[in-house]
């Protein structure tokens, strides 16, 4: 079916919803940290910080670039399909990387170390479909390609290295990505597919 306004607008729904649950996971996990930070011992990592952030920032610019979907040419069950993938991951992601603070004590630096190699991998599919997903949704790869690919190249590094050193080398060239990114493409709604 074509992506009038109507189908557009169903389409999305559950893509957003899905996307809001994992910007609901980091705020009531932002929430639970403030509200038992007096009980609750946590050992600080900046890379997990960082990590966090991005993780975050993701599912924002997901909700952003939601609005350059009416532009597809023909919506069906299986694009429809595809585009619920990248909020489930995202999801999938958040639920890794966030801790639960069930303990007297949180070693962050530990968690992330410990679901790193998950939550990395989630991250290359993560890519890999924002890489597609402009051809499955507008039939021609996206100008934001060379960027794409660049996050899908640093996940895949997260992915190989247990060096903490390049774990924090990562962190920050994702966050010059992802400022590079919506800075080039994403500063109106909807991206360049819009």
């Not at 389409?11 to 403030?34: D, H, K, P, Q």
């Not at 993780?55 to 619920?84: D, K, P, V």
């Not at 290359?124 to 039939?139: D, E, N, Y």
């Not at 992915?159 to 924090?168: C, E, K, M, V």
Request: charged share 10%.
């Amino acid at each position: 079916m074509p992506a009038d306004y109507q189908s557009f607008a169903f389409v999305i729904t559950l893509a957003a919803v899905v996307n809001g649950l994992g910007i609901v996971r980091w705020l009531s996990g932002f929430a639970e940290y403030l509200r038992r930070r007096q009980s609750v011992q946590v050992t600080h990592y900046w890379v997990f910080t960082l990590s966090a952030g991005y993780q975050f920032l993701l599912h924002i610019l997901f909700w952003w670039t939601l609005y350059s979907i009416r532009g597809a040419a023909t919506i069906n069950f299986l694009t429809f399909l595809y585009l619920l993938t990248g909020p489930i991951l995202l999801f999938v992601g958040t639920a890794i990387l966030l801790p639960v603070f069930d303990d007297d004590s949180s070693d962050l630096k530990k968690h992330f170390l410990s679901s790193r190699t998950t939550y990395s991998a989630v991250l290359v599919l993560l890519w890999l479909w924002a890489i597609f997903s402009s051809p499955i949704m507008h039939g021609f790869f996206a100008p934001t390609l060379p960027l794409l690919t660049a996050f899908l190249a640093s996940a895949l590094v997260l992915r190989i290295s247990a060096n903490p050193t390049i774990h924090a080398a990562v962190a920050i060239v994702n966050w010059l990505l992802l400022v590079s990114l919506i800075t080039l493409y994403f500063m109106q709604l909807g991206g360049p597919n819009a």
